[in-house]
């Protein structure tokens, strides 16, 4: 995966570079936003990482400019600015995600492999399957091995969410700002324990365990 | 050059550009004035002599030149404020009350205006100004009858003379006006620019005094003072969150930092793993983090005055949903949790906000209630109108005394030191409950059962209206 980094503090972005490379993803640096928007204007990346505030153009602008010049890379935002209504305003210009400074390495690949996925399943599915798990989105129906699985609303928006990105980390962090819509972090394990209820239900009778603890990161869910 | 400055406020050059005005305006109302005074002077000379000349063409024709040469002279004897002169066919003087015609040759029967001289009593020459004409009789003598205009002529005069004077005195007591509303302008803006002044030194404290005179200048001090008030509440909210964040996260870098360093000679001494050491230093930086995003939070709540973002919601629905997140929790925990929510309330107030505050009172809930404990989250409405939220569990619960200062930051009391956490929820909840200008009540819980108790009873009150 190829991504962009416009970011105007180097060392922040040689770090997140460096970090992201291990995870096996291929960076560029932008300083600014004008240098940000031409390299962008290049095209060929999977992901941009652009940080709000930056010389020359900010972040926002530089999103506006390229939505309108029809260019639909995801876009994650980096701010130090975590108001909600900083976090409206850059998902409001065009950005995908919003990431609030400072973060978690984790947490950033996490994101950033969200938003490349979202990007390759873009047609609309009725039905998602992972390995044994299947789920009917019309029917509101899951089933694992044929067996189907009784699951309240708030798991099967969890199990949702955990299928469509299978196969990568999501942190807890994701779970409450995507599932709930919760922008705090609690100071209890509440997700921990929401995820441990959902898999009593998926891989409780089953052979294999499929929604795995990544530590230090979060879960995943795995064929 | 610099003008002095009394010269340079506005209220005096309002007042030079009305006397500008003032005198463009009055000098064309003189001009006008003289204008039709002086031309009604000379007409009704003019209509006087023309009736004069007629009447006496009118002996002429009756009684032939003997009897115009008498009337001439009874008239010229009669001093009735005209002046005759009877001349041959050559023009010379026959009889009249003056030596010689005014008319030069050459211009017919033309109006003249001239001066005549006298000389009065004292033996002083006055010239009087005075109009006439002449007229040929039909026997080809000349008659010219003029009139002394010079009565009506300086009654006009005296009558501009008086305008012009009053122009002037008007002008003079304008200035003087002028002067002295500029003295009064200044003197109370004085007081506003000295506060200015003040402030811009850094004097945040100086505040304009009130005349009590209910006028635009009292108005304008109230605005300046109501303003200074606004922006050293929002500065001393502002130095306050950059103190408490300074303050909030050194301990914990600190403890981070030693950590690391313990861990370096651990590791040199090569006695331990500097991989566990890592580990570790990595949840202490998350540690930090969340009490970084916590610190944050108040700070900025607390120097945002009113919660931004507000709206009318359910707050019934917004505290099930905490409740949803919750609950797998306690029952995790065996602690048996209900929700009493009353439907159909409605609030303003920022959801975001409240739905955090109720997280953090049910985490501390969660941490703080032994297992077999309860916990019940309520929301009602009191009778006074006010939203209550409230918390109430079954744990040790917080000693009277102990109320007011468990809701600052960074208290946690001696028996929670082993609970995770960095004693910041109370301390959000509260300033949630300020920025919708509500409160917080810390009361005992169901009361002591079986060896643990009395339980606490957090509430967050907000009034209906945000």
Known sequence: MRILIVEDDGEAA???????????????ISADGLAGLEAAGGGGFDVLIVDRMMPRMDGVTLVGRLRQQGDQTPVLFLSALGEINDRVAGLNAGGDDYLVKPYAFAELIARVEALARRRETGSVQTVLRVGELEMDLIGRVVRRCDKEIDLQPREFQLLEFLMRHAGQSVTRTMLLEKVWEYHFDPQTNVIDVHISRLRSKIDKEFDHPMLLTVRGAGYRLEA | MRLPRLLRTTP???????LALFAASASAFLAY?????????????????????????AVYRSGGFAALNQAVIERASVNHGFLYLLMSRSGAPISGSIAQSPVRDGEGDDWASFMLTETDADGAVIKRPARGREERMGGGELLFVGADVGESQSYVVKILRALWGAGALVIVLG?????FISRGVERNMASLNGVIEAVRRGELDARATLRGAGDEYDELATGLNDMLDRLQRSIAGLRH???????????PLTRLRARLEAAMIEADAGRADPRAALHQALDDADGVLRTFAAVLAIARLEAAGDAPNQAVFDPAALAADVAELYE????EKGLDFRAELTPGLHLVGNQEFIAQALANLLDNAVKYTPSTGAIMLRVRRRSSGDIEFSVTDTGPGVAE?????????????????????????????????????????LDDGPGAVDGSGPGLRVALVLPKNG
């Not at chain 2, 004035?33 to 063409?57: F, H, K, M, P, W």
């Not at chain 2, 797998?328 to 029952?331: G, I, Y």
Request: aromatic share 4%; net charge negative; with cysteine.
């Open chain 2, 401 to 441: 005394e102990d109320r007011a200062s468990v809701i600052q930051r960074f208290v946690r009391l001696e028996n929670s030191r082993n609970q995770p956490g960095a004693g910041l929820g109370l301390s959000l909840v509260s300033a949630v409950a300020r920025a919708h200008r509500g409160g917080l009540e």
């Open chain 2, 175 to 179: 200035l003087a006006g002028g002067v």
């Open chain 2, 241 to 251: 969150a950059g103190d408490a964040i300074a303050h909030d996260l050194r301990s």
């Open chain 1, 14 to 28: 040689e770090a997140m570079a460096k970090g992201l490379a291990e995870a096996g993803h291929g960076c560029e």
């Open chain 2, 328 to 331: 797998p929790l306690c029952e």
């Open chain 2, 33 to 57: 004035i003289y204008i039709a005074t002086a031309g009604e002077v000379s007409r009704r000379a003019d209509a006087g002599v023309s009736r004069e000349i007629q009447s006496l063409d």
């Open chain 2, 12 to 18: 005096f050059r309002l007042t030079l550009l009305f």
